[in-house]
Nanobody, 122 residues
Framework: QVQLVESGGGLVQAGGSLRLSCAASGRGNAMGWFRQAPGKEREFVGAISWNGGYTAYADSVKGRFTISRDNAKNTVYLQMNSLKTEDTAVYYC??????????????????WGQGTQVTVSS
């Protein structure tokens, strides 16, 4: 069983930055970030392979968000720059049972954090 704890969410003005962290209790497998806005389905944001060698991003955040990890600390990060009001959502960290690859589909992830709220004001 892997436990995931997100932190770093909050309220920020449009154009600002936030860094989310996800502390994992288990070993480093492929990880991902997803988000869910009110009334919408959970959507993929970014993913990273077990060693950080491969990353993937949703088109809506490419060039603005960066996913990284520090396996010595069992922590994955999501650096969010140039935030827009449409980035407002609850952000979830997820861990896959797989080590190799990056995954955009929620079905590849076995463990989820409780979520952290990100609110971007205009």
């Amino acid at each position: 069983q892997v436990q995931l704890v997100e932190s770093g969410g909050g309220l920020v003005q449009a154009g600002g930055s936030l860094r989310l962290s996800c502390a994992a209790s288990g070993r480093g497998n492929a990880m991902g970030w997803f988000r869910q806005a009110p009334g919408k389905e959970r959507e993929f944001v970014g993913a990273i392979s077990w060693n950080g060698g491969y990353t993937a991003y949703a088109d809506s955040v490419k060039g603005r968000f960066t996913i990284s990890r520090d396996n010595a600390k069992n922590t994955v990060y999501l650096q969010m720059n140039s935030l827009k009001t449409e980035d407002t959502a609850v952000y979830y960290c997820a861990a896959s049972g797989l080590r190799v690859g990056v995954f955009r589909d929620t079905g590849f992830y076995d463990y989820w954090g409780q979520g952290t709220q990100v609110t971007v004001s205009s």
